[in-house]
């Protein structure tokens, strides 16, 4: 995609000099970020170098200490339903009493009236579970679901909540490899009708399907392309070493430009 | 049944089928959300409500309401403003709550008979008025339980994504808290303050090795209460056994059975 038309779509996302700090300790620093309407950003980077906080600054879980964040044009104070997010699934108890059906509907909880979901609210379920092919599993406890089971139906929750932009965090973690391919596949169609953001330390895996790459470490390193120069990636890592061993890492991800692209 | 022609034995039930109901709808939230020594924390510091309620010649239980009320929203607000670690907030409080009961008991004229069956539980002596107070606090749990189910359960669930789709989390953690303090008044007449947090968690603990839902972990929960409660009533009476350790020692056995059989079979 070029310049062009990028200034064409609309900015969903406007990050302008954001600082984090947590327990006194700066995690997010300088960080200049702009999404467009239906782009696919991944975001690699380090462990702990700020990846999850920056998506929870952005979903309005932690609070910049500087800097601001528009979401659709609008300066951020509570997310009002247009982000949703599909978290590391290892972030619940898997022997919670709940089951498939349960834990979608639990998307509609920002729009629910009373005290229980409306019809309305039942039929957006149906229609994401369809959507993630998890419909005819809708009755099963969520302790009896695979790792990539499970991460459908987080996707599902998400969804419900009808978000024009959707936000995850390392969603591939916990799925066995033969489910990847076909987990990224049902993004690549998301994508059609909504902003995507991907964080991910797998940059092989993920390099493949978005649209545009950042490198993250404390700092973001952006130019709005899917190349990341070596001298992003050295001071996003600053320790290039395991990216060495895929052989030059520019050359790795311009490879795929051309499938993907635009 | 010509038992139940004492009075004492039909209150007795009838306060344990009150703690069940309490114990089992908001002990539900309490185990999965893995929070069983909050409540054990605001259950010591009705000791606090207890003296006060003696060195002031009122109902010691409405003396322990405002006690745990007080440490419930204390506990709540404490953990979010403060950078203190929530085990030692609950570890302070549990003993200061305590701390305060027995200079209350101390000051307090007179005497102080029945002391113990605060502390232990005593459910075969229910004062009838005692009765009416554990029926309307049992009736406030399940109307704002019923009411409130799907946000409690969202929230215990998964809180950062009940935040994200938009509900306040603080306020039903808040709630929460408040439910399981009037839990423990409905419960202190049955097993005694010290007590009361194995009531809390051993049925919804048995009860959860088997539900897929929440709701039916609430109901199984309720019923083991039943059972262990007017179990250990009896066994308590025909044995002549301090009540409260014998519905608890009951549970415990059940639990230990439960647990075993899964074991093996599950």
Not at chain 1, 29 to 42: A, I, M, P, Q, T
Not at chain 1, 185 to 199: D, F, H, P, S
Not at chain 1, 232 to 251: D, F, N, S, T
Not at chain 2, 32 to 43: A, L, M, P, Q
């Amino acid at each position: 995609m070029d310049r062009m038309d990028r200034e064409e779509r609309k900015k969903v996302i406007e990050i302008e000099n954001l600082l984090v700090k947590l327990d006194g300790r700066t995690v997010l620093e300088e960080v200049n970020l702009s999404v467009y309407e239906k782009d696919f950003l991944g975001i690699i980077g380090p462990n702990g170098g700020g990846k999850t906080t920056l998506l929870k600054t952005i979903l309005g879980l932690v609070t910049a200490e500087a800097g601001t964040i528009k979401i659709m044009g609008e300066k951020m104070k509570k997310n009002r339903g247009q982000v949703a997010y599909v978290p590391q699934y290892a972030a619940f108890d898997r022997s919670f009493p709940v089951n498939v059906w349960e834990v979608v509907l639990m998307g509609r909880l920002g729009s629910k009236r009373g005290r229980s979901y409306s019809e309305l609210d039942q039929e957006i379920a149906r229609e994401v579970l369809k959507r993630v092919e998890m419909y005819e599993l809708r009755h099963r406890p969520i302790g009896e679901l695979s790792g990539g089971e499970i991460q459908r139906v987080l996707v599902a929750r998400a969804l419900a909540g009808r978000p024009e932009i959707l936000l995850l965090d390392e969603p591939t973690a916990s799925i066995d490899s033969r489910f990847q391919a076909g987990f990224y596949e049902l993004l690549e169609e998301l994508n059609r009708e909504m902003t995507l953001i991907l964080v991910s330390h797998d940059i092989s895996a993920i390099s493949v399907y978005v649209k545009t790459l950042a490198c993250l470490n404390c700092k973001l390193y952006y130019q709005h392309s899917k190349e990341l120069s070596p001298e992003m990636i050295e001071k996003g890592y600053q320790c290039p070493v395991e990216l060495i061993a895929h052989g030059v890492p520019h050359r790795v991800l311009a490879a795929h430009d051309g499938v993907v692209g635009s | 049944m010509e038992l139940l022609q004492f009075d004492f034995l039909r209150h007795a039930l009838a306060a344990g089928i009150l703690a069940s109901i309490a114990c089992g709808v908001v002990g539900s939230y309490v185990v999965i959300k893995r929070i069983v020594f909050i409540s054990g924390g605001i259950s010591h510091t009705a000791y606090g409500g207890i003296g006060l309620g003696y060195f002031l010649g009122i109902n010691p239980i409405l003396g322990a309401v405002f006690f745990t009320v007080i440490s419930a929203l204390g506990m709540g607000v404490l953990a979010e403003r403060t950078r203190q670690r929530e085990d030692t907030l609950i570890g302070i409080i549990w003993a200061v709550g305590m701390a305060l009961g027995v200079i209350f008991v101390k000051l307090s004229p007179g005497y102080t008979s029945d002391l113990m069956s605060y502390l232990f539980g005593n459910i075969l002596a229910v004062p009838f008025q005692d009765l009416i107070l554990i029926s309307i606090l049992d009736a406030i749990i399940v109307a704002v339980v019923w009411f409130y189910f799907e946000e409690l359960k969202a929230v215990a669930f998964d809180e950062e994504f009940a935040q994200v789709a938009g509900i306040s989390t603080r306020l039903f953690n808040l709630l929460l808290l408040l439910l399981i303090a009037l839990t423990v008044v409905v419960m202190i007449r049955a097993v005694g303050i010290i007590l009361v947090i194995a009531l809390m968690s051993i049925p919804p603990a048995i009860a959860g090795q088997s539900s897929k839902s929440l709701k039916g972990m609430m109901v199984l929960a309720i019923i083991l209460g039943i059972v262990f409660n007017s179990g250990g009533i009896f066994l308590s009476y025909f044995f002549d056994l301090p009540s409260g350790a014998t519905i608890i020692l009951l549970a415990a056995a059940g639990f230990i059975i439960s647990t075993a059989s899964r074991q093996r079979f599950g």
